[in-house]
């Protein structure tokens, strides 16, 4: 038995190993290649993409799985040995549903509709996206077909990112969330303040020495990894001892601080995994939705918490001395709080992040179940966006036309994001029971017990559970809006005037 | 046939895409990668490699390329499709006859002597490498038995990289080079200068600007091209239309500026093959020697000459005010043209350098024609080289410890370098008849024209021909080390006292 393992797990590293060096190569095409490289770039991530696929499908994948029954059986749940058998067999299933052909199909249109929603985007064109846009939910539509165990369609999308989260758990947490949230931020999103300063200048040199200053505090250690420029920041690793964390910078804007955490976050995680599981499908983070539990706790969570800031701000002052000069911490704080309706997702607040998230959910789900006609997406968008955030949409290049997602066919993908900032709190809440003075070891500029304990906790299982056997793990019970919830609720009401 | 066409292409694009990903993460790792990244990029190295040789020696490939022996033959000789499968042919009748168990024992051993051989050398201790060159010698009699088609064992080793290319035509081509060199090296190789300034300093960043100013003239262009600081100096490519260009600095040398020349003359050949050709096995410069002809061109024909140094100086001199403030042109164009017998083969001059090569060759015939045993091989080492170069060995560091290529078992490889130096001038009596005013476009910084003439008759045709043919083709005749040794003669007597 042994033996097959072994034969399984080599085949399972060469998959792994092909995967991981599409990876780099997608890293090199955005933050090294030179501009003329991409047609062949891509034609070589397509060559090792179907050869990964191909060897991982194979009906010779299937007969060692299930060879492999009763030595799975035999072993402890927990092992790393029935850990892969038993991920590896729900992967490899999953996999066989699809066929080639719809799969290449998808990824032909992703690649055409996504220059044709960039110009629908800049010319504020919905109508020339529409026929696309129909196409991938008709593609998407078929893969759904695919399956059958279901409740309901959007379970089928909804697993591909979060797998076997349910679309009715989903709902329901949202539910609890929105009924929430949209008071307080009607409340709180009326708070203003003078936050010109926030405009720089922002030294580019300075950002990035400061972004590596705070997160080699967190953990970034330049043996094992490095932070380059992207136009799309994200992160990305070959292996634990090797990841490759992307930022952007420009000098009106700090946001590149927040993108820093938000990706190490990422980084921490990878790089956190069981080295024991090296080259295997369960070297990596777990989901969508508890990768994004790490990014956000570490940039938000930790990054624009006021412990935080009572050690780095005398440091932060001193590195941007002429948009800082002037500012006293508390404003900093408050500016970098600030709740604030507005059109961009990837521009918002803590706080209304959650709603464009809860908007793009339900429409798609209305997509999925018919009861909205692609062509009034617009329409149905815009409204939404008023009942939720109080201001009206001015055009589809701001409203449904912002995000890239739908034209590559990532319905399912947008609640993670959510999810992740639920689940961090509920992560937070169990880190702070068991270190108690986390706050002051910040204020210290201590970082490390947290770390570790994340790394212990969390970072060091990999794939080895499902994504609710991981939470339940590490926060003892299923997934649950309220202490996010309590947690914006203090945080910010405590800056609404009294 | 226009299918079965198609299918042999796209099955050898494949293959072409897994090696050129090989590449990229090559590169990636000597240039890019955290250092504890080491361990599982190898073992992806291994699993691209393992699944691209696969791919390639299966013998579907074998079917499809004798199912095209009509559909060749139809075609024009010079035709990208008739080519394609001749050379398809030749590579996959090479690489079936070895068998897998010993190109992976092959690579295992030489991965197990790297590390020893570097131990070895820094300690200057050839008796803890020899039992690993004695293995490496032992493989590669293994290798020679797996081929019959040869007139002697040596032919072997040089066709993995000189394909086609015969021990008694090198033998020949040398014996005539060392006949004219040994005398010319003891009359020239004792004119003394005062070459003090040569320590510089340098600074780095002045040596990476002017390194740029150079080659870009050259035709190194950001669109398609990196240029990135490594150990070891090399060139890769993932398309002709991305290039990644190494180097390296040092503040007390300048040697940099030679290394950017010699490193683009790699780049400019691969980025001038055919588009047409892009991921066929024939995108790629045709052999070592070829590619090295560039590399030598361009660093020292072009680069260590009169006409370019005309053009550049006075620029140099200003990027260098504290190295080069009080020394004249003429003092500068003797002392990186001086020549001066040394032990380190990277270091040599331009001339030295072919006896260093020539001690290398003659060797490794006696290694495998076992006429020197491995145990004697420092003593044949050192006499030979005072014998040729006039100066005693101080130890087996500097001596026959220097390379490594033999612990990796790259016996044949040496002479391609010296092939590359004399094929350089016969292109470049090519080039001059066509364009008798290079020197006067040199003085005017214009090197488009010699750049255009090379791409249009060597660096276009790939790999289409044999490297004899393309010889034949780009000079009109096979290789000839006259010319060369006319070169050297001019240039070195006129530096030597009347």
Same mark, same amino acid.
Request: glycine letters at 6%; proline letters at 6%; a negative charge.
């Given at each position: 038995?042994?033996?097959?393992?072994?034969?399984?797990?080599?085949?399972?590293?060469?998959?792994?190993?092909?995967?991981?060096?599409?990876?780099?190569?997608?890293?090199?095409?955005?933050?090294?290649?030179?501009?003329?490289?991409?047609?062949?770039?891509?034609?070589?991530?397509?060559?090792?993409?179907?050869?990964?696929?191909?060897?991982?499908?194979?009906?010779?994948?299937?007969?060692?799985?299930?060879?492999?029954?009763?030595?799975?059986?035999?072993?402890?749940?927990?092992?790393?040995?029935?850990?892969?058998?038993?991920?590896?067999?729900?992967?490899?299933?999953?996999?066989?549903?699809?066929?080639?052909?719809?799969?290449?199909? &998808?990824?032909?249109?992703?690649?055409?509709?996504?220059?044709?929603?960039?110009?629908?985007?800049?010319?504020?064109?919905?109508?020339?996206?529409?026929?696309?846009?129909?196409?991938?939910?008709?593609?998407?539509?078929?893969?759904?077909?695919?399956?059958?165990?279901?409740?309901? %369609?959007?379970?089928?999308?909804?697993?591909?990112?979060?797998?076997?989260?349910?679309?009715?758990?989903?709902?329901?947490?949202?539910? $609890?969330?929105?009924?929430? !949230?949209?008071?307080?931020?009607?409340?709180?999103?009326?708070?203003?303040?003078? +936050?010109?300063?926030?405009?720089?200048?922002?030294?580019?040199?300075?950002?990035?020495?400061?972004?590596?200053?705070?997160?080699?505090?967190?953990?970034?250690?330049?043996?094992?990894?490095? !932070? +380059?420029?992207?136009?799309?920041?994200?992160?990305?690793?070959?292996?634990?001892? +090797?990841?490759?964390?992307?930022?952007?910078?420009?000098? +009106?804007?700090?946001?590149?601080?927040?993108?820093?955490?938000?990706?190490?976050?990422?980084?921490?995680?990878?790089?956190?995994?069981?080295?024991?599981?090296?080259?295997?499908?369960?070297?990596?983070? *777990?989901?969508?939705?508890?990768?994004?539990?790490?990014?956000?706790?570490?940039?938000?969570? *930790?990054?624009?918490?006021?412990?935080?800031? /009572?050690?780095?701000?005398?440091? &932060?002052?001193?590195?941007?001395?002429?948009?800082?000069?002037?500012? $006293?911490?508390?404003?900093?704080?408050?500016?970098?709080?600030?709740?604030? %309706?507005?059109?961009?997702?990837? $521009?918002?607040?803590?706080?209304?992040?959650?709603?464009?998230?809860?908007?793009?959910?339900?429409?798609?789900?209305?997509?999925?179940?018919?009861?909205?006609?692609?062509?009034?997406?617009?329409?149905?968008?815009?409204?939404?966006?008023?009942?939720?955030?109080?201001?009206?949409?001015?055009? $589809?290049?701001?409203?449904?036309?912002?995000?890239?997602?739908?034209?590559?066919?990532?319905?399912?993908?947008?609640?993670?994001?959510?999810?992740?900032?639920?689940?961090?709190?509920?992560?937070?809440?169990?880190?702070?029971?068991?270190?108690?003075?986390?706050?002051?070891?910040?204020?210290?500029?201590?970082?490390?017990?947290?770390?570790?304990?994340?790394?212990? /906790?969390?970072?060091?299982?990999?794939?080895?559970?499902?994504?609710?056997?991981? !939470?339940?793990? *590490?926060?003892?019970?299923?997934?649950?809006?309220?202490?996010?919830?309590?947690?914006?609720?203090?945080?910010?009401?405590?800056?609404?005037?009294?």
């Amino acid at each position: 038995m042994q033996g097959r393992y072994d034969t399984l797990k080599e085949r399972l590293a060469q998959v792994h190993d092909l995967r991981r060096a599409q990876e780099i190569l997608f890293w090199d095409q955005t933050v090294m290649m030179p501009p003329a490289g991409g047609p062949v770039r891509s034609a070589q991530l397509t060559t090792l993409d179907r050869i990964a696929h191909e060897l991982f499908v194979d009906d010779e994948v299937g007969r060692m799985l299930e060879e492999l029954r009763p030595y799975e059986e035999s072993l402890p749940y927990d092992s790393d040995e029935a850990s892969l058998i038993r991920t590896s067999r729900r992967d490899w299933e999953k996999s066989r549903r699809v066929p080639a052909e719809l799969a290449a199909e &998808m990824v032909g249109a992703a690649a055409e509709a996504h220059d044709v929603w960039a110009k629908a985007r800049a010319e504020n064109d919905f109508a020339l996206f529409l026929p696309h846009l129909e196409r991938a939910v008709e593609l998407k539509r078929r893969y759904i077909e695919c399956f059958d165990d279901y409740d309901e %369609p959007y379970d089928v999308l909804l697993d591909d990112y979060e797998p076997g989260m349910r679309t009715a758990e989903v709902r329901a947490v949202f539910d $609890d969330l929105k009924r929430e !949230l949209v008071p307080l931020i009607a409340e709180v999103g009326s708070v203003e303040g003078d +936050d010109a300063f926030m405009g720089g200048p922002w030294p580019v040199d300075a950002q990035h020495a400061f972004s590596l200053q705070v997160i080699e505090k967190f953990g970034f250690d330049p043996r094992y990894m490095r !932070l +380059d420029v992207t136009v799309h920041p994200f992160a990305a690793s070959s292996a634990t001892h +090797d990841i490759r964390l992307t930022t952007r910078y420009s000098a +009106d804007d700090i946001t590149s601080l927040f993108t820093a955490m938000h990706e190490c976050g990422h980084g921490l995680y990878e790089h956190g995994v069981s080295t024991r599981l090296e080259r295997t499908p369960l070297c990596h983070g *777990v989901s969508s939705a508890l990768h994004e539990s790490q990014s956000r706790m570490w940039e938000n969570t *930790v990054g624009r918490s006021r412990p935080f800031w /009572n050690h780095f701000y005398p440091a &932060m002052q001193a590195a941007f001395p002429e948009a800082l000069g002037d500012v $006293d911490q508390e404003r900093w704080y408050r500016a970098i709080n600030r709740v604030k %309706p507005s059109y961009i997702r990837v $521009d918002a607040d803590e706080a209304t992040y959650n709603l464009h998230i809860i908007l793009r959910f339900e429409l798609e789900q209305e997509i999925f179940a018919g009861t909205v006609a692609l062509k009034d997406l617009p329409e149905a968008w815009n409204a939404r966006f008023e009942e939720y955030l109080g201001i009206p949409i001015p055009n $589809d290049s701001v409203g449904v036309l912002q995000d890239v997602h739908w034209s590559g066919g990532g319905f399912g993908y947008f609640p993670t994001y959510s999810l992740g900032n639920i689940i961090s709190v509920q992560i937070w809440e169990r880190v702070l029971a068991d270190l108690p003075d986390l706050p002051e070891q910040f204020e210290a500029g201590e970082f490390g017990q947290l770390h570790e304990w994340l790394r212990t /906790n969390l970072y060091s299982l990999g794939r080895k559970f499902t994504p609710q056997e991981t !939470l339940e793990r *590490v926060v003892g019970g299923p997934i649950d809006a309220q202490p996010y919830v309590r947690y914006l609720k203090d945080k910010l009401t405590a800056l609404a005037p009294a």
